[in-house]
């Protein structure tokens, strides 16, 4: 492989704000592996945000990728998986896999799909030092060509110039499973690794049962509170974890739990977690680690008592797509009470108009 860009590259970051700004370019946050494509001829390398490659997981996609891209270039994109007409992150984390003859089932079974939104290099060109708006022109020429776009399932993210698009895009798309949307200055060079580009995210409350605590990685302090929804038939879900504490918090939080640490497991909610057939999808708290086998994830129960309002971007299935943020303990809501009819639910939305090519 000889690209003027070459592999590996931190992918530009964006950072969290408040309101969507109006920088002249919008497109929709992807809900997927952030991956970088390199391609030269035949070879491709796919490479993910920890600079590790990723192109053994996912073979479907890189013989889409040599027959809908430029000969030589570089791609900045996300790699998704498409279930019905929402993403799937679920089905696309069961792509990581050790077993080849797996990889190999689950590629056809569940095929991930590509969708572009920058363009690092073209041919000898590198276009890292060119503002946006020039790789963005450049960009949709390259998935473009055609009058209908590169073929599935590599695709041209949309983009807006237009504000208030970009707003009714934020609120609409979220049906279709996307994260928000992302705003890139015009003429910003691409930084590795630097949190130059805006994003808005969704943000929601629930008031969540604290079920246990797993202790931090330092030290004999509170890394996390594990957090539970009770479902219809009776049994407390494990939806996620709040884990950002400041150290002296989390400290304190240990002695505050203290009066509701169960040393038997036999009466809790999650008291079969230690049994790995016991946890197929439901998500318990003991379940090994798809990223990391070797990982800790014990846990210290509590008894179900304690009520707290966490902040949460969106719901993947049954749980919390990411880290929920504490926000208050509320000892004035009865634990049972806590189910997930609170929940709102976003408004449905096809993916298959998002991707579809502009008329």
Not at 45 to 54: A, D, I, Q, Y
Not at 120 to 130: F, S, V
Not at 254 to 265: K, W, Y
Request: hydrophobic fraction near 40%.
């Amino acid at each position: 492989m000889d690209l003027p860009v070459m592999p590996p590259v931190s992918p530009m970051l964006a950072k969290a704000v408040p309101e969507i700004p109006d920088l002249g370019h919008t497109e929709p946050k992807w809900d997927g592996f952030r991956t970088i494509v390199f391609r030269d001829g035949d070879e491709v390398v796919l490479g993910s945000r920890n600079e590790k490659p990723m192109t053994r997981y996912f073979p479907e996609l890189v013989e889409s990728i040599r027959a809908n891209t430029p000969e030589r270039c570089v791609l900045d994109g996300e790699i998704v998986i498409v279930s019905g007409d929402r993403l799937d992150f679920d089905a696309l984390q069961q792509r990581i896999h050790p077993a080849e003859s797996r990889v190999r089932l689950l590629a056809q079974q569940t095929p991930a799909s590509f969708v572009g939104f920058d363009l690092l290099a073209l041919g000898d060109d590198d276009l890292m030092g060119t503002p946006f708006r020039d790789r963005r022109a450049r960009l949709v020429d390259a998935l473009g060509s055609s009058a209908t776009g590169p073929d599935a399932p590599v695709h041209l993210t949309p983009a807006t110039a237009d504000l208030a698009q970009a707003r009714e895009w934020f609120t609409r798309f979220e049906g279709a499973g996307l994260d928000g949307v992302v705003a890139k200055p015009l003429d910003g060079v691409y930084q590795p690794d630097k949190r130059t580009m805006s994003k808005v995210k969704h943000a929601r409350t629930a008031d969540c049962v604290v079920a246990g605590f797993r202790w931090h990685k330092s030290g004999p302090v509170l890394g996390s509170l594990l957090l539970g929804l009770w479902t219809d038939d009776g049994r407390l879900q494990h939806v996620g974890v709040a884990a950002s504490f400041p150290m002296a918090r989390r400290k304190a939080l240990v002695e505050e739990l203290a009066p509701l640490r169960e040393g038997d497991l036999s009466g809790h909610p999650w008291a079969d977690w230690a049994d790995q057939s016991a946890h197929g999808d439901k998500r318990m708290p003991g379940a090994v680690s798809r990223w990391n086998a070797s990982k800790d994830l014990s846990f210290v129960p509590l008894r179900p008592e304690l009520v707290v309002e966490v902040a949460y971007d969106h719901m993947e299935g049954d749980r919390f797509r990411h880290t929920a943020q504490f926000r208050r303990w509320r000892p004035d809501r009865d634990p049972a009470t806590c189910t997930y009819a609170q929940l709102e639910e976003p408004v449905g939305f096809r993916l298959s108009e998002i991707l579809a090519p502009p008329a």
